[in-house]
């Protein structure tokens, strides 16, 4: 019999879907069962299907739903239409000939049942997988895809993680998990996931941690470990983050920082700290953060340095120090911060520098200082500045007066 591809398509919108998850089970019959069970048979090994199963499913199946992830839809819903096309695409093993799923096709899926899942783990090749408008996920499929051999970057545009499903993601083997929408995190569901082995954990979306699931992510073994909107940062929080024995804490979305909670972040014995949220510290916060020993200290929100801030900040030695947020510096302040003793000084926000400012900066005795939005100097400037140590870095001036082999003007 000859197919009708409207009618098809409905039949692969209900044939990748398990059969236990329609709605009102009771009227799952024995002949719907056999017609479902032929369809996802012959549509698996890429075989037509017949004119009479299209008719036979669509008779059987009227005033039932379907149900994926836990959401129920109508054969007409277009959102199952779409996600069915790809399933089918995933089933039938129809990928590029470099194995890899497209990026946009995979954007394209909201679900994700248990076979696509298991589509996914064994014929995409990519090393990156974008998965971010998947907004749930079953402890079933999150089992199939943590087989994955991609080796980068999984993203999950999950909403909620329970524990069951973080303990199945923590099974794949790549290096980095990001999760743009999750909102919040369990103390159950950190724990699974600190069981992960990759490198790099990037949690956007949360906003605030209790106490008790910052304990559990600080038994993490990773690298990397990045928030960009925690405002909650109290110091009970701190102090068990400040346990982690990771290299890279980013904590971008912190708009304020108590002298309390510093003390209690600055026990952390990380490489790289990043505070670009803050636009504002107070004297004593800064005397705080002052007594952390890592090696590269962000604070690249900083829209205003005053000179009692930048006197304790000048007290902290380490490497790499970046204040690039600052559009402009109080003559004092300037002073003060070449008192810094680190390699590199980032002040990359100062958009004009004047003759007495270069002068001051040229005392600070690092190895280079970055004014990369500086957009022209002029001959009296770059005569200060060429007096520096280091090496100043103006990649964005237009003007270049007697160069100096100490100043650089490239990229």
Known sequence: MSENPNQLQDVQEVSHA????????AQMTPPLQATLTAIRDVLLHDRPVTQGQVEALHQ?????????????????????????????????????????LADLRASELTYLPPEAAAGLAQQNKSNDLELVNVTSLTPASAEQLAQWKGDDRLWLGITALDAETAEHLARWRGSSLIFPRLT?????????????????????????????????????????????????????????????????LILGGLTSLSPETAAMLARWQGNSLALNGLTSL??????????????????????????????????????????????????????????????????????????????????????????????AIDAATERQLSKCKGEINLRNARKKINSSAFINYGS
């Open 60 to 100: 059987q199946l009227a005033g039932l739903h379907v149900s994926v992830a836990g959401e129920i839809f109508t054969l007409n819903d277009p959102r199952l239409r779409e996600n069915s096309r790809i399933w089918a695409e995933i089933a039938q093993g129809k990928f590029p000939p470099d194995g890899r």
């Open 184 to 248: 919040a995190l369990n103390t159950e569901a950190a724990g699974k996931l600190a069981q992960w082995g990759g490198g790099y954990i990037h949690l956007p979306s949360i906003t605030s941690l209790d106490t008790e699931a910052a304990g559990k992510l600080a038994q993490w073994g990773g690298n990397e470990l990045a928030f960009d909107h925690l405002t909650f940062f109290d110091p009970g929080v701190a102090a068990q983050i400040s346990k982690w024995k990771g290299n890279y």
């Open 18 to 25: 398990k059969t236990d998850t329609l709605e009102a089970k």
């Open 282 to 375: 107070s004297p004593e916060t800064a005397a705080m953060l002052a007594r952390w020993q890592g090696n590269e200290l962000r604070l690249s929100g900083l829209t205003s340095l005053c000179p009692e801030t930048a006197e304790q900040l000048a007290l902290w030695r380490r490497t790499d120090f970046s204040i690039s947020g600052l559009r402009s510096l109080y003559q004092r302040t300037v002073a003060i911060i070449t008192q810094q003793r680190g390699t590199i000084l980032a002040l990359n926000g100062l958009r004009t520098l004047d003759e007495e400012t270069a002068k001051k900066l040229a005392r600070w005795c690092g190895t280079e200082m970055n004014l990369k939005d500086i957009s």
